[in-house]
């Protein structure tokens, strides 16, 4: 069914297997909707977690298309208090966000943790249902600007995107969903023995705005580490006319001094050099702010949807993970309109048809402040600019889906998406080979690919469901591939990057209700793939494999107790053979890929004390990993544990604690090897937040 806002609500036996139970922390809605917004309820019975709590999504999914889907509530949000996004992603399934310094991160959704090109485009990041950036200016750290603290919910669709979504939605999506008014005012505030302090406000007019506001002060834990960071979030909602009018306005700034990789054999497991920070001149500067709008209305005997928007950012940034020690500067600004119109055919047969415009005007400058070289006489580093360049680029797509009931059981769903990328580029550094860089002269470029999508549900009961789903993922070259280039490449050498994905699944309830699950395999064969190998050279025309199987289920051990989690198996290769000097950098077909880890696995066990208390336990576990190509050096994973306990002492105040890494476990977020150092990002060591909360 569909609310008078314009979202799906997934609700219902027919929609068991899309609530959030299925995401691996269900269980958190059970043991804290009493403790957030809804704290006025903790008077009454107890409240215990029903499985067909319905879930708003943003309107661009049907409650059991084919294909694998995961989302996290405003309950799981408030609980988890994450203060950083990996926190709260990580208990999905098929996810693993690494945590570098301050707020940096790196992103995995069944895939390896990719980094350059490829880290900055595989992945769609969503606000609203509207993309953050602008296709060809994407950004590894791209979880720093949407406003996840405050969040509504947060959907993670796993493998390639439908048809409505295009370039960079290869390895999936992530669709962060803001408040709207009329869900009430909160205040949060916290204190972390790590020196970390956060506010969260959300104040509700109560009929038409709503802001939202999170500010986040980090002392750091590591030396030279400090982080300040402020977010906000403006929400409208009108009904001029047939309209239904949903605007936004949000932004963020962030000022950090980042920590630089620690270096050296297991260095992650001595304390002291955890602690340290072997580039103390690291530092970023990032700012954004996105507007947008979303305007549904009946059309005919259909519904017509129109999303304008427009988004700007810059960020400056030393260049800490590199030997030489650059500074680079980079920002775009863009905006474009998503137009889309479904209409039923007839009772079994709904036709949507969509178009999305983009056009945006980008820039990045690279300087190297200072002289380096490995040995006398090292030329390939030279002091001064290395890049200066702007580019604009336009992208028009148009898609259609037809969604086919054949019975009541069957449903079919295929879509055809076709995309137009140009690029229009102008260097004011001189042309040429610059030592180790390449300045590609003036030009211009263009892509076109076309997306298909097949899958079909068949529900074998009231309850279960089983699909299977092709689709084919696909993203035009990232600025940064097309002319950041490396004297050992050929300019125009870049291909349209394309991911092929076969998955089955099933999903649903059992035992009345109280065991919800899902299950899904898959297989993935990525081409034409671009990255940075372990010595910082680039390889344009890597090729991949990935295979897995992911699980995800949750079920209430008792009215007060229910455990959640999920598992993820994974065999990620490459597919090419790369043979060079370096043996760490070697790539032959069947290594495999590095960063990628064959288990990851997440768990709850929650309970609810009494009315007013809530309790739980969590384990998060990564396993061990190949850290470079060639396959020479290894990370071996780590488990950490954690706790949570909530007490609503009256019916608008509530205190929260939340302990990470509870047993103290010296691991790694990151680890790595670069120019044949092995190197980590260490993990937290243990830590407590405390918080109150006040809804009114």
């Excluded at 769903?413 to 300045?439: C, M, Q, W």
């Excluded at 092929?500 to 081409?527: I, N, P």
């Excluded at 950098?585 to 064959?598: C, H, K, M, R």
Aim: net charge negative; with cysteine.
């Amino acid at each position: 069914m569909q609310s008078d806002n314009g979202r799906k609500i997934h609700g219902g036996a027919s929609c068991l297997p899309h609530t959030s139970a299925l995401s691996s922390a269900v269980g958190i809605a059970f043991l804290f909707g009493a403790l957030s917004a809804q704290a006025q309820q903790a008077d009454e019975a107890p409240v215990t977690r029903d499985v067909l709590s319905p879930i708003e999504v943003w309107g661009d999914r049907n409650a059991n298309d084919p294909g694998s889907y995961s989302a996290l509530d405003a309950a799981e949000i408030d609980a988890t208090a994450a203060d950083h996004p990996a926190e709260i992603l990580n208990q999905l399934p098929g996810v693993n966000v690494q945590m570098n310094s301050g707020q940096e991160h790196l992103i995995a959704i069944r895939s390896p943790v990719l980094t350059g090109g490829a880290g900055q485009g595989s992945f769609l990041i969503l606000e609203n249902g509207v993309p953050t950036r602008s296709p060809a200016f994407g950004n590894v750290n791209s979880l720093i600007e949407p406003h996840h603290e405050v969040a509504d919910a947060i959907e993670v669709v796993r493998g390639p995107g439908s048809a409505k979504y295009g370039s960079n939605a290869v390895h999936g999506l992530i669709n962060v969903i803001l408040p709207e008014p009329g869900e009430g005012s909160e205040v949060r505030a916290s204190y972390g023995t790590l020196g970390r302090w956060r506010t969260d406000m959300k104040l509700d007019e109560g009929q038409h705005w709503l802001v939202n506001l999170s500010l986040q002060k980090d002392n750091g834990w590591r030396d030279n580490t400090d982080v300040n960071q402020q977010k906000l979030s403006v929400v409208g909602k009108f009904n001029p006319g047939l309209w239904d009018a949903t605007v936004w306005l949000s932004g963020q700034n962030l000022e950090q001094e980042t920590g630089g990789y620690i270096v050296g054999a297991d260095a992650y497991k001595d304390e002291d050099i955890a602690k340290s920070n072997p580039n103390p001149e690291a530092w970023r500067n990032a700012w954004s702010a996105r507007l947008g709008a979303r305007l549904e209305r009946p059309l005919f005997d259909g519904a017509l949807v129109v999303m304008p928007y427009a988004h700007s950012q810059a960020m400056i940034f030393a260049q800490h993970f590199l030997p030489n020690g650059g500074v680079e500067k980079n920002g775009h600004t863009g905006g474009g309109v998503m137009v889309r119109y479904e209409q039923p055919v007839s009772q079994q047969l709904t036709w949507r048809v969509g178009t999305d415009l983009d056009a945006a005007s980008g820039y990045l400058r690279e300087i190297q402040p200072d002289p380096f070289g490995f040995f006398p006489g090292d030329s390939r580093f030279p002091q001064g600019v290395h890049y200066d360049y702007d580019v604009d680029t336009t992208v028009a797509a148009l898609w259609t889906e037809l969604e086919w009931a054949l019975s009541d059981d069957v449903r079919i769903l295929a879509g055809l998406r076709g995309e137009s990328h140009d690029y229009d580029y102008s260097t004011k550094a001189p042309a040429g080979i610059n030592g180790r860089f390449n300045v590609p002269a003036d030009r211009s470029d263009s892509y076109e690919f076309v997306t298909p999508k097949l899958g079909a549900v068949w529900s074998v009961s009231d309850t279960v469901d089983l699909y299977a789903n092709y689709a084919r993922g696909a993203r035009a070259p990232q600025v940064s591939d097309l002319y950041r280039l490396q004297s050992l490449q050929v300019v125009g050498q870049v291909d349209t990057e394309t991911l092929d994905s076969v998955e089955l699944g099933a999903r649903g309830a059992a035992l009345d209700g109280r065991l919800v699950f899902d299950v899904a395999a898959y297989w993935m064969d990525k081409e034409n793939y671009f990255f940075r190998d372990s010595d910082g050279l680039n390889v344009t025309d890597g090729s991949t494999e990935h295979k897995g199987v992911e699980v995800s289920a949750a079920y209430d051990l008792t009215d007060t107790l229910s455990l959640s989690g999920n598992v993820s198996w994974s065999d990620q290769t490459y597919t090419f053979d790369r043979i060079v000097a370096s043996a760490s950098s070697s790539i032959l077909d069947g290594n495999e890929i590095d960063t990628a880890p064959e288990w990851l696995a997440n768990a709850r066990l929650n309970w609810q004390a009494t009315d007013r208390l809530a309790l739980s336990l969590n384990v998060e576990h990564v396993g061990e990993y190949f850290t470079d190509p060639g396959n020479q050096n290894t990370y071996p994973g780590h488990t950490v544990l954690g706790a949570r306990a909530a007490w609503a002492w009256t019916d608008t105040h509530t205190v929260w604690i939340n302990i990470r890494n509870l047993t103290d476990e010296r691991h790694a977020d990151r680890a790595d090897v670069s120019f044949g150092n092995q190197r980590y990002f260490p993990g937290e060591p243990v830590n407590a937040t405390v918080g109150i909360s006040r809804t009114f």
